[in-house]
């Protein structure tokens, strides 16, 4: 709740420099309310070097992943349900997220190469792409349905580019969960934020 307060304290600040920092002071006030009450269940993470923030749901635990995902949380009691940071370098001239193509095209090649890249057994749709901006920033969100041996699941990601870096928050659950979780997950990805 302190990092939240901190973040929107800066976030205003902002503000007094136009009505593009007045409007992402509105966009973080909503997080900042629904946190506030014990019913909305979430908990904020900023990054040590103070870059990025989002939100993810109490009673979630961060585990340590080696060769994966920057960060994995995941649920005490539904263990497959998890929300995963991936950053990756991008080449120079990838240097904002519409260079890579639009939000249909990178989630294409997201489910083609990341969630279900050939002989792994696994299949996925994607099932919406759409695009938003904040933070001063083209974000893609995007909607996936895999398809293991034994289980379907549902994922959903975002997408960012800053300073060469590709960043992707993924929420992730089976697909017999998913009507349960669906507002909370689209919440957890629309809180990414990109704060320098």
Not at 127 to 133: G, K, P, V
Request: neutral net charge; contains cysteine; glycine residues 8%.
């Amino acid at each position: 709740m302190t990092r939240l307060l901190d973040l929107w304290h800066r976030q205003l600040r902002r503000c007094r420099r136009g009505l593009p920092g007045l409007a992402l002071a509105l966009l973080l006030i909503l997080p900042l309310a629904a946190c506030s009450g014990t019913s909305a269940g979430f908990n904020s993470y900023q990054s040590p070097d103070g870059r990025y923030a989002f939100l993810y749901p109490t009673g979630w635990t961060r585990v340590q992943v080696s060769g994966g995902p920057r960060l994995v949380f995941h649920d005490l009691i539904n263990s497959d349900e998890t929300v995963s940071l991936v950053i990756s370098d991008l080449d120079e001239q990838d240097s904002r997220l519409e260079d890579l193509g639009s939000a249909v095209a990178v989630g294409e090649r997201l489910r083609r190469q990341v969630i279900a890249p050939a002989g792994s057994g696994r299949s996925a749709d994607l099932i919406e792409a759409r695009e938003r901006s904040g933070s001063g920033h083209t974000f893609y969100d995007l909607e996936f349905a895999v398809h293991l041996a034994d289980r379907d699941r549902h994922e959903l990601a975002t997408v960012v580019v800053d300073r060469g870096r590709l960043y992707t928050l993924a929420a992730s659950t089976n697909e017999v969960r998913w009507p349960k979780v669906k507002g909370l997950f689209e919440q957890v990805i629309t809180s990414f934020t990109l704060l320098i």
